[in-house]
């Protein structure tokens, strides 16, 4: 059995909508937003090239979250989150996963376990093998998801 551990201590990001001159903490909209789901009870995971390679700091922060209920992506789109991405797609049997983005932050919706799994293992893959290109970091994560005919060979 896979233990997962939520995320515990994100790295800020404060949102330059948020300075104040009051000397409050400026609202970090990522923090905010990872806890948010943390509290309704949901798995999350930071993936994308942010925590998987050794030399961003430039791309979007990512996080895979497992929403077996598909439940999460109305509430956040009443929220304003904006659905679209490589995961949408109208006929929702043929989806794998759902993308939604606000600001900075990107969303991603799995519903199936064992693709969340895939994703776990894909992401800590890649931060330990360290890819340096973005199409070595697709690869791999098709080779994880059987995508490639590489993947296929341990079929039986």
Not at 88 to 115: C, M, T, W, Y
Request: hydrophobic share 35%; with cysteine; charged share 25%.
């Amino acid at each position: 059995m896979i233990t997962i551990t939520p995320l515990s201590s994100p790295t800020p990001f404060y949102s330059h909508f948020a300075g104040t001159t009051t000397g409050a903490k400026p609202v970090d909209f990522k923090e905010h937003s990872v806890v948010s789901i943390v509290n309704k009870g949901y798995w999350i995971k930071a993936t994308g090239s942010r925590v998987t390679t050794h030399f961003t700091d430039q791309s979007d922060h990512d996080y895979v979250i497992f929403d077996p209920e598909c439940k999460l992506e109305q509430e956040l789109m009443k929220e304003g989150w904006e659905l679209g991405g490589s995961g949408h797609f109208a006929d929702l049997s043929g989806r794998i996963f759902s993308s939604l983005k606000k600001g900075p932050v990107n969303f991603i919706l799995v519903s199936k376990e064992d693709q969340w799994k895939k994703w776990i293992i894909a992401t800590n893959l890649l931060k330990v093998l360290n890819p340096k290109t973005k199409e070595e970091r697709i690869k791999l994560f098709d080779t994880v998801f059987g995508n490639t005919a590489d993947s296929r060979a341990m079929e039986f």
